[in-house]
């Protein structure tokens, strides 16, 4: 099958927009879902709607098979050791926000250093601000050069006995440069130091193996890969999850509960307080099932032709500027044309029915790096096509003609 048949799986994409077809480039903030996945939906709500875990009802335990085996197929996904690793968070904010916490108040002392990337999305960043201000440890940057790729000898000076935990995004929102998380895996390690993979803008994209990677967490958002909002996952290494307190308290994470004392449940429900996104889990997996079917490998090697095709493109443009020019990326391309407002661009693409994204994509100390306020982004899906490039390329030359 070709790439451009998946288009008929997507009925948003058949739609007119101000008259015009939809061209949707905002992939990075969230992807359109096929039939199958908005179908597991309803007939989730329509057949088997019932709380998990604590019925023993036919519907309740049907619902509890269905997300645990969401998990199991999540973990066959990411290549996890077990599904006790698999932590379903309502995506990939709160997945970073657990381990911030967890990790932090069960591992983190004053004096303890934290090492974060300078092209972090904020949910990358904020986090481990708020946990070090809260256990007086100290956070430290790594810093990208003129092309987006990080200054790895920088990161490995940055390291030492004292560094608890390097959090890096696997692919940047905004450069959509591929970073070496191996290497750095390594870096981290061979301190003493652990390593959190962002993989919001890499399971999309690329063939994601924890072990191979051997991230210590790595965390994902079920609504930027075909799947459902309100629905994320956190892996993390069973031993360090095994030891890290809970995030949340509630339900379901409590093996018993008196007045006195209170015991928590094993993994991975520990960290799963109260009623989960069970119908979001099933329709996750369900998503998880169709990429499977059109294959990662396939997909990566579709996209980064059409990422290329769009360089290509789009650098036949008058005053355009990419930001991100690594040799390795993947799913996004960022521009300014001479200098023309993100803002009016977009304003403009969009009355010509395409979506990009404008501003500074929660990445602000990217733009401080460039000295600018914000970027356009096209961010890519295997469900376009070169002639939407082609559409897009027109709509660029006619802002410019009218900013002219
Ligand atoms: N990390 C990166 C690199 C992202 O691009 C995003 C969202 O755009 C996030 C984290 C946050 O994802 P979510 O809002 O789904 O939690």
Request: charged residues 25%; aromatic residues 10%.
């Amino acid at each position: 099958m070709s790439f451009e048949e998946t288009r008929k799986d997507f009925p948003i994409l058949t739609q007119q927009i101000y008259g015009k077809p939809l061209v949707y480039f905002d992939n990075a903030a969230t992807t359109q879902k096929p039939v199958c996945v908005i179908e597991k939906i309803k007939n989730a709500y329509y057949e088997q709607n019932a709380n998990i875990h604590r019925g023993v009802h036919f519907l309740s335990e049907r619902a509890t098979e269905a997300h645990e085996c969401a998990r199991k197929k999540v973990q066959q996904f990411i290549n996890a050791r077990s599904s006790n690793e698999i932590i379903f968070t309502r995506g990939t904010t709160e997945a970073i926000n657990l381990v911030a916490f967890s990790f932090g108040e069960t591992f983190c002392k004053e004096g303890d250093e934290i090492i974060v990337t300078e092209m972090e999305h904020h949910s990358n960043i904020v986090p481990w601000q708020m946990m070090c201000e809260r256990k007086k440890v100290h956070l430290k940057v790594a810093h990208f050069d003129e092309n987006g790729m990080l200054n790895l000898d920088e990161l490995r000076k940055l390291t030492n006995e004292n560094t608890k935990l390097i959090a890096v995004a696997h692919v940047s929102n905004v450069l959509g440069t591929v970073n070496p998380v191996k290497e750095i895996a390594q870096i981290a390690h061979a301190a003493g130091a652990l390593l959190l993979v962002d993989g919001a803008q890499s399971v999309p994209h690329l063939q994601v193996d924890v072990q191979d990677i051997d991230a210590d967490f790595f965390a994902f958002s079920g609504h930027k890969i075909y799947g459902p909002t309100g629905i994320g996952v956190l892996f993390g290494k069973e031993q360090l999850l095994e030891k890290m307190q809970p995030y949340q308290g509630g339900g379901e994470m409590i093996q018993k509960v008196t007045f006195e004392k209170t015991t928590y449940n094993e993994l991975p429900f520990k960290f799963e307080a109260g009623t989960p996104d069970f119908i979001g889990s099933t329709a996750l997996a369900e998503a998880l099932n169709y990429v499977d079917k059109l294959g990662m490998k396939n997909i990566a090697q579709y996209e980064h032709d059409l990422l290329e095709y769009a360089r290509i493109r789009l650098s036949e443009i008058d005053g355009m500027r990419f930001f991100g020019n690594a040799p390795d990326r993947s799913g996004v391309l960022s521009f300014l044309v001479g200098n023309i407002h993100p803002y009016d661009m977009g304003s403009i693409l969009d009355k010509l029915g395409i979506a990009v994204r404008t501003g500074h994509h929660c990445a602000q100390p990217v733009m401080d790096h460039f000295g600018i306020e914000g970027t356009v982004r096209t961010s890519f899906a295997f469900y376009n096509t070169k002639a939407e490039i082609d559409t897009l390329f027109n709509g660029i030359v006619r802002a410019q003609k009218m900013f002219r």
